[in-house]
């Protein structure tokens, strides 16, 4: 493939799908206790004979569905061989010749479209533990728990040309996944490889292994494309490696020359047959898959008419949509729902030092639907219902939101001799605003705006003070 971007990234994507069993044997896939969850199979005992797990393909099929992907008519297994603690049968179980899925794509925030190369299953090693750094660690501890457990690896082709863009195609990943219901974000692992390569080596790549979460893929990709480019720059030669991502120190380190596909000396694993992979299958799976992210773009846009920039975002994360379609199904309007999920919902959570899912649990969600029911009614005014988010947001807020609001007499106020009689007051109270309004200066009407939203305790609504005092002056 010929290159002519300054940068040059794929990815290859772990997810461990969200199972009650691991891949190919009946041990469970949550334990907490080091290799208490292990069998003879999942340690590749001589006579064991791995079975697949059901409930992995039909996650795995979801996956490479939703991912655009052509079907393979059969799901094959084979062997990668390798010597390494990880894997006690010194090989792993995984697909090589034909994947589950391949040539897919994933559409980013901006429209621009990323190939995915395959989607296949795969086992997962087992869990290695190091006292301090790996190079300096006189002993390895290894939790053969995690061995076995099932994982899809996506494969990106060598079109990401940023960490940005990274970064933006595993935020869709996972809003797809979480979406799809196949993988838990808290209890379950998903990790990235990430092949770099920049212009000036002539595209001689790196891989770092292993980074996990949105902000360390792009802290390690600035690092790593930094780092090449210093190394040409400074005249040393770029080799083809193998590094780790240390997050502690925020730097690549180099573990090992990068192997090539042919020193794993993969054949078909004997153990296991071939699964057909039917029309049956696939249309079934088809009929369940749900409204996934671009197809709530296009009905955000296209149906609710909300913001298009709204919309990507919330389109874009799977909590933030959820909870805008609730809002939508209790027939709140699109565009004040669509305001406040995008701008109020993560300023609360980022205040209380908080995640927006960690927010939305107990009484949280019923009673942010009443208060933005109560606005989008013009019962409460934008101020009331911020001050109420507040205290719903960090617990002061412990009852319905309506019943408060009539407790503490918090009801716009909808009488205009009223919200005048409040607007004359600052006009005659205030007299040097009125005159820099009158000569031009924006701001003193917005000071008189806030001398009126104070004296009606933010009941008067902002829009209809800015009318009658425009009115009166």
């Not at 206790?33 to 340690?43: D, K, R, S």
């Not at 179980?93 to 429209?111: D, H, K, V």
């Not at 990323?114 to 090693?125: A, F, K, M, N, S």
């Not at 180099?254 to 004997?270: A, C, H, V, W």
């Amino acid at each position: 493939m010929k290159f002519d971007k300054d940068i040059i990234i794929g990815m290859e994507i772990h997810v461990e799908l969200d199972t009650d069993t691991k891949l190919f044997c009946s041990c469970p896939t949550k334990a907490e206790v080091p290799n208490t969850a292990t069998c003879e199979v999942c340690l590749g005992m001589p006579g064991s004979k791995p079975v697949v797990n059901k409930k992995a393909i039909e996650y795995a099929l979801k996956l490479a569905m939703a991912l655009n992907c052509s079907i393979a008519p059969e799901l094959i297994f084979s062997r990668k061989v390798y010597f390494y603690p990880d894997m006690s049968k010194n090989y792993q179980i995984t697909q090589y010749e034909m994947p589950l899925g391949s040539r897919g794509f994933i559409e980013l925030a901006e429209g621009k479209r990323i190939g995915i190369t395959r989607v296949h299953l795969e086992e997962d090693p087992a869990s290695l533990t190091h006292q301090g750094s790996m190079e300096t660690s006189p002993f390895v501890l290894v939790d053969y728990n995690r061995s076995g457990r099932p994982l899809c690896e996506i494969v990106t082709e060598p079109e990401i040309y940023s960490p940005q863009e990274a970064r933006d195609f595993m935020k869709q990943l996972i809003t797809i996944l979480q979406s799809l219901k196949i993988f838990n974000i808290k209890t379950r692992i998903i990790k990235a490889d990430a092949n770099v390569s920049v212009k000036e080596s002539g595209y001689i790549r790196a891989e770092i292994k292993n980074i996990t979460g949105f902000k360390e893929i792009e802290r390690a990709l600035i690092y790593e494309i930094e780092r090449q480019k210093k190394e040409v720059l400074e005249g040393r030669k770029i080799i083809q490696e193998t590094r780790g991502w240390e997050a502690g120190l925020g730097i690549t380190k180099s573990l090992r020359s990068k192997e090539t596909e042919e020193d794993y000396g993969y054949i078909f694993d004997p153990d296991l047959v071939a699964v057909d992979i039917t029309k049956e299958m696939v249309d079934k799976t088809k009929k369940e898959l749900p409204e996934l992210p671009n197809q709530k773009l296009k009905r955000y846009v296209e149906k609710l008419k909300i913001n298009a920039t709204d919309a990507h975002v919330i389109s874009s994360d799977f909590v933030l949509s959820e909870m805008f379609d609730r809002l939508i199904n209790a027939k709140v309007d699109a565009s004040l729902s669509a305001d406040w999920i995008r701008r109020e919902l993560p300023r609360v959570a980022n205040y209380n030092k908080k995640e927006v899912e960690d927010l939305l649990s107990g009484k949280f969600e019923e009673r942010f639907i009443e208060i933005i029911e109560l606005l989008g009614t013009k019962k409460i005014t934008p101020v009331i219902a911020k001050d109420l988010l507040n205290k719903l947001a960090d617990g002061r807020l412990k009852e319905s939101p309506k019943k408060y609001v009539e407790k503490e007499k918090l009801t716009a106020v909808s009488d205009s001799s009223e919200i005048k009689k409040f607007c004359e007051e600052a006009i005659k109270e205030n007299p040097k605003a009125v005159d820099d309004y009158k000569k031009g200066e924006s701001n003193a009407l917005n000071f008189l705006i806030g001398q009126v939203m104070r004296k009606s305790k933010g009941k008067a609504s902002a829009d209809e003070v800015k009318k009658i005092i425009e009115k009166i002056i």
